[in-house]
């Protein structure tokens, strides 16, 4: 993975150098804000999916790069299959387009580039056009369209090839400059994204813009991926280039990180969605099982084939085929694998004859397949044949930022699978959650959230507080404030200084569960308000002190 995935260099090509990254400390807000813009226009592009009904996020993810980039003006046009979109009456074979930021007179414009002028310069080449100022550029100078509408900042990316079907096109900065290379790069990843889809296929013929719909199927379902941290837009950007794509990938990334997931969401973004997803884990079987269970195995073929036995490679046939722990698989697994990879052909046990395969390889691991490659247990033609393009997925430690966003998630999940009233986690077990260490990742946080709404649930409450978490003190998470060990009791100490110290510890911690609510804190603590407002100030307590 590149260093900042979020800035792509562009081709060569009429692109500006990129803008300096450097952040001053009054730039972080702008720039959170950006990289908030980015994750979110990553993740409808990975929505977008195969669906029917793309207008929706076709239109959001059109006003997320205007956002991003500060463009004034913003045009997608699709043309119906079988059309020349450089040499087409737009009123004809327009099958679908979006604007945002122009008059009736600016679309106008936009569509007269189609047959002289950027737009078209870009379809003719096939490839992306960016300039700084079109009216100072030898390439478009002289053009009537440009010279009619004084155009200047511009970047139009084609969508599609051979011919191209339509473009994307960003006209006018609102600051002074030119479109940067990471501008270009979100302009390339909507035309790449729009490309495969209905919109832009036959199926599409003869649509206009919001016209009647068909529902969808199904639903693509980049939801599953929950938060908003950097290493999630990074994830989210991976994926949007990924998943419309027929090649193998291989997941990597520490136990319980979200593997199985990741592989869901690039079949179900993929254009084999519709076909099954079928999963084997190669660590769970001994070596005796798996080549059987992976291939298929003909009547007597083994001990226990009494009868022919489908393969999950059969099963997956026209699908997506995710193997997980790909490290664990033996020797002469990892040979007929690779035969599949080079060939789409494999052999059942006992078949004197090759089958066929049309399938997808999705692979995972949480082991170093480079050391393993490096001592002879892991062929290393397969590792190349696997990771043609890798994605690592980030351990939890790596978004700790998501933690209060995930828990939300899970806690809803456990009420909706459990049939649950409604509970919700109180501050004080956010702030627990997350300033505990989760060597299991996602799944250890998925499951000790879903065990505390259930032992909440149980107790007929609202909120689900720490205990409810970490019911076990002497498990209590490390850097949890109510651990004894970050309150050690002096050896010395009267009984009105420990009954003070005592005092200071539990109205902090009511007050932090309650997110510092002090008509809460009373009710809980059952002393009136204006006694609570006398407590913190006696120990001097406030958000981030001590411990009083």
Not at 25 to 42: F, S
Request: overall charge neutral; proline content about 7%.
């Amino acid at each position: 993975m590149v260093d900042d995935p979020l800035r792509a260099q562009a081709e060569s090509g009429g692109a500006d150098p990129p803008r300096d990254t450097a952040l001053s400390a009054a730039d972080a807000p702008a720039a959170l804000l950006r990289v908030g813009r980015e994750r979110d226009l990553l993740r409808k592009l990975v929505e977008l999916g195969d669906k029917d009904e793309i207008e929706p996020f076709l239109e959001e993810a059109l006003s997320l790069v205007v956002d991003i980039t500060g463009a004034k003006r913003a045009y997608l046009e699709i043309r119906d299959n079988g059309a020349d979109p450089a040499h087409s009456e737009p009123a004809v074979n327009t099958a679908f387009w979006l604007a945002r930021g122009c008059s009736e007179e600016d679309v106008a414009a936009v569509r007269a580039q189609f047959s002289s002028g950027v737009i078209a310069h870009a379809l003719a080449a096939g490839q992306t056009i960016a300039t700084s100022n079109a009216l100072l550029d030898p390439r478009f100078r002289t053009r009537g369209s440009v010279r009619a509408n004084r155009l200047e900042a511009i970047v139009c990316a084609p969508i599609g090839a051979s011919p191209p079907l339509g473009v994307v096109y960003l006209q006018d900065r609102g600051e002074p400059g030119p479109f940067s290379d990471e501008d270009r790069a979100h302009v390339e990843l909507i035309a790449r994204r729009v490309a495969p889809s209905p919109i832009a296929s036959s199926s599409a013929a003869g649509r206009r813009r919001r016209g009647p719909n068909k529902p969808s199927p199904r639903e693509a379902r980049a939801s599953s991926i929950v938060g908003r941290s950097l290493a999630v837009a990074r994830l989210l950007q991976e994926l949007v280039l990924v998943a419309p794509l027929d090649i193998s990938v291989l997941l990597t990334g520490p136990t319980g990180s979200g593997k199985t997931a990741v592989a869901r969401i690039v079949h179900e973004n993929s254009p084999r969605a519709d076909r099954p997803f079928v999963e084997i884990n190669c660590g769970a079987l001994p070596d005796s099982l798996l080549e059987s269970e992976l291939f298929g195995a003909l009547p007597g073929a083994h001990s226990t084939a009494g009868r022919r036995v489908q393969g999950k490679v059969e099963a997956a046939h026209g699908g997506t085929l995710f193997l997980d722990e790909i490290g664990e698989l033996s020797p002469a697994a990892q040979v007929k694998l690779l035969q599949l990879l080079q060939s789409k052909e494999y052999y059942p046990l006992g078949a004197s004859r090759a089958s066929t395969a049309d399938v997808r390889i999705l692979a995972a691991t949480n082991a170093d397949l480079r050391a393993a490659v490096a001592k002879k247990t892991f062929r290393e033609d397969l590792f190349y044949r696997l990771q043609v393009l890798p994605i690592r997925v980030p351990s939890l430690a790596e978004r700790r930022e998501d933690i209060p966003e995930l828990a939300a998630h899970f806690c809803k999940r456990a009420v909706d699978t459990h049939r649950l009233p409604a509970l919700r986690l109180s501050p004080g077990a956010l702030h627990a959650l997350e300033n505990a260490e989760w060597p299991g990742n996602v799944r250890e946080l998925a499951h000790v959230v879903e065990a505390a709404t259930i032992r909440a649930a149980a107790e007929g409450v609202l909120h689900i507080e720490r205990k409810h978490l970490f019911p076990d003190t002497a498990a209590a998470p490390e850097g949890d404030p109510d651990s004894p060990a970050d309150f050690p009791v002096p050896a010395e100490m009267t009984l009105q200084a420990a009954t003070r110290w005592f005092q200071s510890r539990l109205v902090r911690r009511v007050l932090e569960d309650t997110g510092w609510n002090v008509t809460e804190a009373a009710s809980r603590l059952d002393v009136a308000r204006s006694h609570v407002y006398n407590l913190i100030r006696a120990f001097g307590l406030g958000r981030g002190k001590g411990h009083g």
